[in-house]
């Protein structure tokens, strides 16, 4: 039974796409707290033109070839397109699908018993925050 799957985009609005994340991603992988099963980096030139950047392309990727992934074309070309659409010129952007294995045995029971998942969404931090300042300040 496969967890939740979802993907993610990470900005880099300077286009340095940098391996600083790497390692984080690993210790998630190691943990069995996510699966990666596909990663894909765009790159926007100035004039916003999009190229896709393997990770053993540039030297600032090489901590990526350090984690555990299942890369394989999951993600489309479709994908990529409208995400690089959404690129300002000059920026990057890392796509990754994952598989939410912390929630894997949930959807099994959720499976066994004929339910499912009906909706998710990722709420932004942002609106989190906010919302947890304004208790603390009714309080």
């Given amino acids: 039974m496969t967890g939740p799957v979802e993907y993610l985009v990470i900005a880099f ?7 600083d994340i790497a390692p984080e991603l690993a210790k998630l992988v190691g943990n069995q707290t996510i699966r990666i099963l596909d990663v894909v980096f765009l790159a926007s030139d100035l004039a916003g033109a999009v190229t896709i950047i393997e990770f053993d392309e540039l030297d600032e990727l090489a901590g990526f070839a350090e984690v555990d992934a299942e890369v394989g074309g999951l ?4 994908d990529i397109g409208f995400v690089g659409a959404k690129l300002d010129p000059g ?6 699908l ?10 099994s029971v959720l499976d066994r018993r004929g339910d499912f998942l009906l909706e998710g ?6 609106l989190i925050d906010a919302a947890v300042a304004g208790l603390a300040d009714a309080s």
């Fill in 13 to 19: 609005p300077d286009g340095n796409v940098s391996d």
């Fill in 75 to 78: 993600i489309s070309p479709d």
């Fill in 98 to 107: 994952v598989e939410n294995l912390w929630a894997a045995s949930l959807a």
């Fill in 121 to 126: 969404a990722r709420i932004p931090g942002d």
């Fill in 91 to 96: 920026s990057a952007a890392a796509i990754l």
